[in-house]
């Protein structure tokens, strides 16, 4: 009787599990979940009622199991309804309470030094900081890309891609799926010395069905929108924009800024004026100030790409596609590579 | 009900970095490694007399081959546009092997490393669904799991070649949480090994290939069963050099990774769950076939409590078996939704 009931649970368990694997791959091709009860009301009604034996079961021994079975159904629940307009009630620092807002001033503090080493030459290390990672997934297609795997794969594509010269020290503040906090990957620019600091991102606009290319340096929000995405993508850390209000106005015209807005101009130039050749819908937001935490906390120019948008499904389906991705790596090589090298002629040109 | 399932071939196929499998309702059984050729010109294409080769055979022939192994670290080094071409082959010659009755539908399941799935399934979906009439894409470790019969209180370390796979089974289809991926696997030995042996012998002559043969055949971890003796080139001569040093370092280098992971993903759960889990550690993989490694992460997860680690009886067919045995539990009324 008993080797019964547990080789009845065992089945159902499957029952459960093969649906489950059903149900991701429908994701997957962006089919609505739950097709199948529409066609086959009974058998539903019969999978339903073993879901609610199951979840009974589970409820039961809850704590051995430790997670309920619609753990994954929630994700996609919380990332459908997800939009920027929430993200400020993000609690700020999910997960890493280590640094606190004494940290605050430390952290937030304006380079006193010249930036002279980073102009031509000089420039060596060049930080890829891929946004999200772990935990932090970022913002979710419908068909569950996540934009901490998409920004990760186009890193290691750049990285690889910068690599080859031969001339440049790459480095990834993340390469794993790991979750990073943003005062982390200041301080990995800070300690590795980097030159320039190139955070990736994918956009997410709810409303709009549309692909847009912007490329960010840190400054006062330009509009009403890119003060949404900053706190999005400011959410992350344990600081809010009021933190920082005053050091927005103080850093007016100092050199990392100028030089950050060239950098900024020339990847916008590269990612736009190549993706647009592919996609003649695509809209050049062109280059934008937002004050984003990554950017105000490294000491070299510094710039965060949103390159694609993952709430359009037709760009989703392109990001799944390795080739779209290393073509993304590609353009934002070509937009570094330009501004380095204007850099270096102006160097030759100061030295001659 | 048993007139239809003669209709259909199941197969369940698992596309590795190194090696990809596939098992089939048929019986049909096959493995070959994950290379795939294309001749890199008309010349090259009379020297080898195929449009296209895999495995060891295009190995061998790679002078003459615009050589790609997909899926390598999710991220393909060489020949990117190619890479789902690749693919595509793979799983054509795979489905082949499996010989479908003409009128016969295919329904598969393909797992792939748990961190290519994240940002390559629609382009695996679309390299693969050519050749098959519905399929189903999962995370390799989980097929593993599923396979042999481990869908509760079970953790799944699956030791690749680009990665080391960690899936936590608890009655429910994995979720992100329960998957974690580290880049210490077999080719990583490989590179630790190739610089040991460059380091112990620097006038030596050997490339990367020689030494994963060598590891492949003389792999293992903590106490040697006796010299391992290998015959390198020097100055264009043949010499014998004792490596059995060198390869315990190597295979050894990926053990703490693994071992902390473990304990990390373990210690998750609480204390009723956890004991249940440390009963049943599986290896899976080609790096589950070094010898004494399930012994010696039995032996250095002793800290968390005493557990039980085995490796499968088979790593090259242990995905794509678990991957047909989901194919052929799949109920009809899902494969044809999809
Ligand atoms: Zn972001």
Redesign the pocket.
Known sequence: MISMIFRKRKHRLKESILRGVFEENLKILGKPPFRISERMPLSAKKISLSFLVILLFILGHGNSLNLPLFQEKQTIASSSTKNYFQAPEIPFALYDNSANLSDAKAFLKIPGVPLSRTFGLSVKTVMIDP??GGSQN??IGKMGTK?KDITLDIAKRLKMRLDKYGRYNVIMTRENDVTLPLNKRVALAQSYKADMFVSI??NYLPSRPTNIIETYYFGSPSDDTTLKLAER?NADSQYRLSDFRKIIEKIGNTLKYQESKKLAASIQKSLFSNISKEDGNVQNKGIKTAPFLVLLGVDVPAVLAEVSCLSNSKEEMKLNNETHRENIAHYLEKGILDYLNKGEASYEAKRR | MKQKEDNILFVGIDLGTSRSSICASSGAKEWIESYVGWPKDFISLKVVGRPVLFGSEALQNRLSLELCRPLEHGIIKEGIDRSEEAVREIIKYLVEISRPAAEQKIYAVVGVPADTLKTNKLAIRRAVSEFVHSLMVVSDPFAVAYGMNLLNNALVIDIGAGTTDFCIMHGAIPTEEDQKTILTAGDYIDNQLYSYLNEKFPNSKFNKNMVRQFKEQYSFVGKSSGEIRVELPVDGKPVIHDITNEIKRACESILPAIIETSTEMIARFDPEFQVKIKGNIVLAGGGSLIRGIAAHIQEALKVIGSCTVVSVDDPLYAGSFGALKLAQDMPVKYWESL
Do not use: A, Q, S
């Open positions: 946004g999200h970022g913002t934009e991102h994918v993508e």
